[in-house]
């Protein structure tokens, strides 16, 4: 198999569109069979979740660099790398371990140790950030309540006639069947984003409720009760990813920017502005980001002070 097929394959795998038939070709190839199995023997067999993702992936790097010679490997090889651990994570799958505490008779918590998902007993998925708690009752599908610290993304089950709540510092939103992400990293500024179906928010202080639509997020502020209302730019969102299909290079910069409330900007000229389909993992960095799309699309990059810059 030549370079450019190889590069091709590369390219497919990390935007999510290789067929059954091409993953297996990828992965017969000698080289990823070899990365295939370093990095699943250095997992140790465990179930893979993100610490050992992370500890996988700092080995990874280190074989890509020469520590006699202090040179990069050629680019292709790197790639393979790169490219093996997203095959071996997507084999593998991340469920993850969890802290579940019975508080008591009447309560369970849960406490994400590392970004995970947690699926509830009526089939909602919450995806988790590490740090974050989520609190619900044994009785939980006959009155369906969480309360969360933290931040987490919830995929809710429809149940007919059954309303899902979530209880946030000083307010709740209400659901039926609904995907949306909630921020509580300032606390003075809580974010509730909506992806896709209906909520509401209700302030408990004084009782306002916002009914909310698609792509819109409400910012709330717990200590003296304000909120506001924003459109957002329409994301696709499902079982913790970000989808895109052929979304132009500037359009994908600024959800890029929205999710990672970061500064990226797009220079040079371009007969045809490339577009990008793939994914992006809810738990994935900024830099992880930019690396996948640069190399996909075939762009570079580069930092200036707190900007990124792409070009081509």
Same mark, same amino acid.
Request: glycine residues 4%.
């Given at each position: 198999?030549?370079?450019?097929?190889?590069?091709?394959?590369?390219?497919?795998?990390?935007?999510?569109?290789? *067929?059954?038939?091409?993953?297996?070709?990828?992965?017969?190839?000698?080289?990823?069979?070899?990365?295939?199995?370093?990095?699943?023997?250095?997992?140790?067999?465990?179930?893979?979740?993100?610490?050992?993702?992370?500890? @996988?992936?700092?080995?990874?790097?280190?074989?890509?660099?020469?520590?006699?010679?202090?040179?990069?490997?050629?680019?292709?090889?790197?790639?393979?790398?790169?490219?093996?651990?997203?095959?071996?994570?997507?084999?593998?799958?991340?469920?993850?371990?969890?802290?579940?505490?019975?508080?008591?008779?009447?309560? @369970?918590?849960?406490?994400?140790?590392?970004?995970?998902?947690?699926?509830?007993?009526?089939?909602?998925?919450?995806?988790?950030?590490?740090? $974050?708690?989520?609190?619900?009752?044994? &009785?939980?599908?006959?009155?369906?309540?969480?309360?969360?610290?933290?931040?987490?993304?919830?995929?809710?089950?429809?149940?007919?006639?059954?309303?899902?709540?979530?209880?946030?510092?000083?307010?709740?939103?209400?659901?039926?069947?609904?995907?949306?992400?909630?921020?509580? *990293?300032?606390?003075?500024?809580?974010?509730?984003?909506? %992806?896709?179906?209906?909520?509401?928010?209700?302030?408990? $202080?004084?009782?306002?409720?916002? @009914?909310?639509?698609?792509?819109?997020?409400?910012?709330?502020?717990?200590?003296? &009760?304000?909120?506001?209302?924003?459109?957002?730019?329409?994301?696709?969102?499902?079982?913790?990813?970000?989808?895109?299909? !052929?979304?132009?290079?500037?359009?994908?910069?600024? @959800?890029?920017?929205?999710?990672?409330?970061?500064?990226?900007?797009?220079?040079?000229?371009?007969?045809?502005?490339?577009?990008?389909?793939?994914?992006?993992?809810?738990? !994935?960095?900024?830099?992880?980001?930019?690396?996948?799309?640069? %190399?996909?699309?075939?762009? *570079?990059?580069?930092?200036?002070?707190?900007?990124?810059?792409?070009?081509?």
């Amino acid at each position: 198999m030549d370079k450019d097929t190889k590069m091709s394959l590369i390219k497919g795998l990390l935007a999510g569109q290789l *067929t059954k038939k091409q993953r297996r070709s990828y992965a017969d190839l000698e080289s990823v069979d070899r990365e295939l199995k370093i990095q699943w023997n250095e997992s140790e067999n465990k179930a893979i979740d993100f610490k050992i993702k992370e500890q @996988i992936w700092e080995k990874v790097k280190a074989r890509c660099v020469d520590r006699k010679r202090n040179k990069v490997l050629t680019e292709l090889r790197w790639h393979f790398a790169v490219a093996s651990l997203a095959l071996l994570l997507t084999i593998g799958g991340f469920w993850m371990n969890s802290i579940r505490d019975n508080i008591n008779d009447e309560f @369970i918590k849960v406490i994400a140790q590392q970004n995970q998902m947690h699926v509830l007993p009526d089939s909602t998925k919450v995806w988790m950030e590490s740090g $974050s708690s989520i609190k619900y009752t044994k &009785a939980f599908n006959k009155k369906r309540e969480v309360w969360l610290e933290g931040n987490s993304f919830f995929e809710v089950y429809k149940h007919e006639g059954s309303f899902f709540q979530v209880h946030i510092n000083k307010a709740f939103i209400e659901v039926k069947g609904t995907c949306f992400q909630i921020k509580q *990293t300032n606390a003075e500024k809580n974010e509730i984003t909506l %992806f896709h179906g209906k909520i509401e928010f209700n302030v408990e $202080s004084t009782g306002e409720k916002i @009914i909310m639509s698609p792509s819109q997020k409400v910012m709330y502020n717990p200590n003296n &009760a304000q909120t506001l209302v924003e459109n957002v730019m329409d994301i696709n969102w499902k079982d913790g990813r970000y989808n895109f299909k !052929e979304t132009p290079l500037s359009q994908l910069i600024s @959800i890029v920017n929205q999710i990672y409330q970061s500064n990226i900007i797009l220079e040079g000229k371009f007969t045809k502005q490339p577009s990008f389909t793939g994914s992006i993992r809810y738990d !994935e960095t900024l830099d992880d980001v930019i690396d996948k799309l640069c %190399f996909s699309l075939n762009l *570079t990059y580069k930092k200036q002070n707190r900007k990124i810059v792409i070009y081509n």
